[in-house]
């Protein structure tokens, strides 16, 4: 059982959650690009910058895939299947991208990763927040 307003039809969480979630990750992706930038330079801040691109890339390439799992098999059309070898490609240009200059800078090639999974969590943090919130009113209501 999710959280209220979290789930689809289908069971997968909502994308107005994912969208968040991705949105989260270019804010955190950019304080970080500029602390790393003002602190240790621009390659620093390139690499973390690439590196949460890999993340959130990831974590559409993800979605994309989840989604055509769930389609009810109609045959499917080739533009779908083109736009997701693009994606794979674009991620695998992105990760090589991402590793070359990680060698220069590893903190800042882990810090970029780690934007996403820092945005799910504060995601998933505000997302309990507003459910005590709401049965914390339904108790005192219902009283």
Do not use: K, Y
């Amino acid at each position: 059982m999710g959280l209220r307003g979290t789930e689809t039809q289908t069971g997968v969480a909502g994308v107005e959650i994912l969208r968040r979630v991705q949105w989260m990750a270019i804010a955190l992706a950019l304080l970080g690009a500029l602390g790393f930038g003002l602190s240790r330079g621009w390659e620093a801040a390139l690499s973390l910058t690439v590196a949460a691109l890999v993340s959130i890339v990831s974590l559409r390439t993800l979605e994309a895939a989840v989604r055509r799992i769930q389609v009810d098999d109609d045959g499917g059309s080739s533009t779908g299947s083109t736009r997701f070898s693009l994606r794979w490609t674009l991620l695998l240009v992105i990760l090589s991208t991402t590793l070359i200059l990680g060698l220069r800078d590893a903190l800042a090639l882990l810090v970029g990763l780690s934007v996403l999974p820092v945005a799910a969590i504060l995601e998933a943090g505000v997302q309990v927040c507003r459910s005590g919130a709401r049965d914390g009113r339904d108790r005192t209501h219902g009283a």
